[in-house]
């Protein structure tokens, strides 16, 4: 039996008798793909950092992944907690944080001072990650909340792009110390902004109204965050791995493979708009879901020792699908909930699952290349899209029946 929303789920103030309040929704994602930008501002100047910090290659890959470590262990606490913040205010505390250790980081000398910066700036990052898609389904009406969900759930791969495209020249004419800085005030104007345009109304720690959500609540959220972890776990390392594979199996430079992963990596954003703009002419997220089994064959394009051409376009459907199914993921978030008030405990459930799969997937891609040979994950990420477009399905065929713009 599908659940029923609580008779006395309240309507929202921002949410009641308005349109989409598109300008502000767009202040909330350009809030996320800053803080995106912080997540991979150390991948552009890795050489110099491990120079001047006398690090090793393992230490900067600390550094880096330090941020979604901290997603992967505490998003669904962090979805618990923001119900005590709210989300306006959850996600401006978010990005002062990131501000605030960016510019610590930039001002770090060795590895323990810019590994603790990198975990204040991972609960920064894991505030916004939560507060985002909560508050851009507040701000979105009934008809358009798929589709805004869906066009957030790019924030991640416009935010690694402009980072890795601005970064490298920043840091070039800067040094790295003038690029993390240069970030962090960025990341702290946003901070501003963000607040300024936010309403006032249900700004304070009683935004998230109702009762907080048990265990049992979680559970077709938890299969919406499966689908997302599993998607993350066979098609981001793909990603992260390509300049390998570039490099070592078709005599690519490395700028060249550099070059050609960042606009690869950007058709995860294509991805999510594609999927935005199918859901705002009606299509549903089921339907949407089964387009993600095309991307298959796409997997033994890249791994299966075929010409550089097909693996490039092997990645690149890799990438679309990642966008496309993280923004059915979003997308379907409010359609499964009990109430619209547990967004952001069902936000921070995501958030993790995505967080994990991110964390988990290179290290694992990498021991089966190892031992088995890079034919070996063709299996790994064919069993792992069909097991994500399933749970997606699953979950998608819960939607609540819920009166029109309830909260």
């Known amino acids: 039996m599908k659940s029923e929303p609580a008779p006395d789920t309240p309507v929202h103030p921002v949410q009641a008798g308005r349109r989409s309040r598109w300008a502000t929704i767009g202040v909330v994602y350009l809030g996320g793909v800053v803080a995106a930008m912080s997540l991979g501002k150390f991948a552009p100047v890795g050489p110099a950092v491990t120079e001047q910090l006398s690090l090793s290659l393992s230490q900067l890959g600390w550094i880096i992944s330090a941020v979604v470590g901290v997603g992967a262990v505490l998003g669904l606490p962090g979805g618990y907690l ?3 913040f709210g989300a306006q205010g959850s996600l401006v505390y978010g990005l002062v944080l990131i501000a605030v250790a960016s510019a610590a980081s930039a001002l770090a000398g060795d590895f323990a001072g810019l590994l603790a910066a990198r975990l204040v700036e991972g609960f920064g990052y894991l505030l916004v990650t939560i507060a985002g898609p909560v508050l851009v389904l507040r701000l979105a009406d009934e008809r358009d909340r798929s589709a805004a969900l869906s066009i957030w759930a790019t924030f991640v791969s416009v935010g690694l792009f402009a980072s890795t495209l601005v970064g490298g020249a920043a840091g070039d004419a800067l040094g790295w110390h003038g690029w993390i800085g240069l970030l962090a005030g960025l990341t702290l104007l946003m ?5 300024l345009r936010l309403p006032r109304s249900g700004a304070g720690p009683r935004v998230a109204a109702g009762p907080v959500p048990r265990l049992r609540a979680l559970r077709w ?3 919406l965050a499966a689908s997302f972890c599993l998607t993350a776990l066979v098609t981001i390392p793909v990603i992260v791995l390509l300049p390998t594979l570039l ?3 078709h005599g690519h430079s490395a700028a060249g493979a550099g070059a050609g992963t960042s606009v690869i990596s950007l058709l995860s954003a294509a991805g999510g708009l594609l999927a935005g703009m199918l859901l705002r002419r009606g299509a549903r997220v089921g339907a949407l879901a089964l387009l993600g089994l095309l991307a298959v064959p796409a997997a033994w394009l890249v791994y299966g020792g075929g010409p550089l051409a097909g693996v490039l376009a092997g990645a690149g459907t890799l990438s679309l ?3 496309f199914l993280a923004a059915l993921v979003f997308a379907a978030l409010p359609l499964i909930l009990e109430r619209l008030d547990h967004a952001d405990v069902g936000s921070g459930l995501v958030a993790q699952a995505g967080s994990l799969g991110s964390l988990l ?6 021991e089966v290349a190892a031992t088995f040979g890079f034919a070996a994950l ?10 994500a477009v399933a749970a997606l399905l699953l979950a998608g065929g819960r939607a609540v029946r819920r009166p029109p713009d309830a909260a």
Do not use: K
């Open 378 to 387: 063709v299996p790994v990420i064919a069993g792992g899209l069909v097991a």
């Open 247 to 249: 490099i070592d199996q």
């Open 321 to 323: 699908a990642n966008g």
């Open 221 to 223: 959220p938890g299969v």
């Open 82 to 84: 923001m119900r005590r």
């Open 361 to 366: 997937g290179p290290p694992m891609f990498g």
């Open 191 to 195: 901070a501003v902004a963000v607040r």
